[in-house]
């Protein structure tokens, strides 16, 4: 038996609101094919107590989340965003499921480029970092040099 495919585009559940994180964990947690129990056990947690995040019953700690977001292998920061680009769709028949979830390439492309435009900024500013310690350390000996010659 055929079921029509069902598509939810962006963050949004069948309502139309923004999808709330514990639902965005559930969905893709069944689109990786990983069940409760195992999404549980890497999480070192009762199945009972994951399922109640699943349902949104227990706030989350970002801690928890960010142990969420390993397994589900993705950055903490795509699952509490609200990425209007998200497409999830689901087909099912008598013989096979299939699941799709995407992101928007050109959104895919510009989070690399300013992740790695982070990553330089970073750099940078460890470096401007080490040469003002290294000025102030010139600095302090100048002015020890200068007593010195002072006092003689």
Do not use: C
């Given at each position: ?130 040469l003002i310690a ?19």
């Amino acid at each position: 038996m055929y079921k029509t495919p069902t598509t939810s585009i962006g963050n949004t559940n069948q309502q139309g609101s923004l999808m709330k994180v514990h639902e965005k964990i559930r969905k893709i947690r069944e689109l990786k094919n990983f069940s409760q129990e195992n999404m549980a056990e890497q999480l070192q947690m009762s199945v009972n107590g994951y399922a109640k995040i699943e349902r949104g019953e227990v706030g989350l700690q970002m801690d928890k989340l960010e142990k969420i977001a390993d397994v589900l292998g993705m950055d903490v920061v795509d699952l509490l965003s609200v990425d209007k680009s998200l497409v999830f769709l689901n087909m099912e028949n008598s013989t096979n499921s299939t699941n799709y979830y995407a992101a928007q390439e050109q959104y895919v492309i510009e989070i690399e480029k300013l992740k790695q435009q982070n990553s330089y900024i970073q750099a940078m500013l460890i470096e401007k970092e080490k040469l003002i310690a290294w000025q102030k350390q010139q600095l302090d000996a100048l002015t020890e040099l200068l007593k010195t010659v002072g006092k003689e």
